[in-house]
C-alpha cells in the first residue's frame, strides 16, 4: 500500500492533548501472510500493523514453513494460490509441524470447492478476494478470539473535540453522536490515525476500498463530502484538501 507506513504516530503522541489514539498494553499479536502476490500480501501487512499487530510476509510455502517456526504467528492468513504448492498442503505441512495458529484462506471469488476444502481440512475462515482490508481484520480477530487468543482491544482516537471508540464503533463530536456507515466510520478512523498527515486518493482507496477497487477515484471525494457533512457541521471544520495532493484531518490551528 503505497505510503501506509508514512503515518504521523510521533507527531499524535507528541500531541496527545489534541489527537492520537489511546491504547491499554496487551501482549503482542503476530499474524503471518503468506501470498505470492507481493503487492498484496504488503498491503495486507500494513494494514495489520496499523491495528498495532506484527506482521511477517512469506511469498512461498517454503518460507512460510520456517517463518512460523521462528516468528510463532497468532494467526496465519494464508493464499490457495501459491508457487511451490497450493495453499492446503502448505496447512497440512504447518500442522504437522506443530504450527495451530488459526489460519484463514484466501480463496478466489468463484472457487467454491477450494472454500469448502479449507474449511473441511480444518481451516477456520476464508475470504474471497477482491476483499476489503476491514472485513479481513474483523475475521482475523474472530477466529483468533475463538482460538482463545488474547486480542488487543481497539483504541480510542482523539482529534480535537472528535472522539471515536474503535470497539462500541461509537463517534461523537463534542456532545453531539454522528450516526456512520460502515464505509464512511473506515475513512474516518483512516483519517484519524493519520492525524495531521496528507494522505493522496490512492493510498485512501488502497486502505478503505478494496484492495483491487477498479472504481472511479471520485468515490473519495464523495465520502469526504459525506463526512464533511455530518462531522464538519456547525463547527469549525477538521477534515481539509490540500489542493493536487489529497486530504487531511488535523485540529484546529487555534
Avoid: C
Avoid at 158 to 170: K, P, Q, W
Avoid at 208 to 234: P, T
Wanted: proline content about 5%; charged content about 25%.
Amino acid at each position: 500500500m503505497p505510503g501506509a507506513d508514512s503515518t504521523a504516530r510521533n507527531d499524535a503522541t507528541q500531541h496527545a492533548e489534541q489527537a492520537g489514539p489511546v491504547t491499554m498494553a496487551d501482549p503482542p499479536v503476530r499474524v503471518l501472510v503468506v501470498d505470492d502476490e507481493r503487492y498484496l500480501a504488503e498491503m495486507i501487512a500494513s494494514a495489520l500493523r496499523y491495528e498495532g499487530w506484527q506482521t511477517m510476509v512469506a511469498g512461498t510455502a517454503d518460507q512460510a514453513l520456517n517463518q512460523a517456526r521462528d516468528f510463532e504467528p497468532s494467526a496465519i492468513v494464508l493464499d490457495v494460490m501459491l508457487p511451490d504448492t497450493d495453499g492446503f498442503a502448505l496447512f497440512s505441512a504447518l500442522r504437522a509441524k506443530g504450527v495451530d495458529a488459526p489460519v484463514i484462506f484466501l480463496t478466489a471469488r468463484d472457487a467454491t470447492e477450494d472454500r469448502v476444502r479449507g474449511l473441511t481440512i480444518g481451516g477456520d475462515d476464508y475470504v474471497t478476494k477482491p476483499f476489503s482490508l476491514e472485513e479481513l481484520i474483523a475475521r482475523l480477530r474472530t477466529v483468533m478470539r475463538r482460538a482463545a487468543v488474547t486480542v488487543p482491544r481497539g483504541t480510542g482516537l482523539r482529534v480535537a473535540d472528535l472522539m471515536l471508540d474503535e470497539d462500541s464503533r461509537e463517534v461523537r463530536r463534542g456532545d453531539r453522536l454522528i450516526e456512520l456507515t460502515p464505509t464512511e466510520f473506515e475513512l474516518l478512523r483512516f483519517l484519524m490515525r493519520n492525524a495531521r498527515t496528507v494522505l493522496s486518493k490512492a493510498q485512501i482507496l488502497d486502505r478503505v476500498w478494496n484492495y483491487d477497487f477498479g472504481g472511479n477515484a471520485n468515490v473519495v471525494e464523495l465520502y469526504i463530502s459525506y463526512l464533511r457533512r455530518k462531522i464538519d457541521v456547525d463547527a469549525e471544520p477538521l477534515i481539509h484538501t490540500v489542493r493536487g495532493v489529497g486530504y487531511v484531518l488535523r485540529p484546529p490551528l487555534s
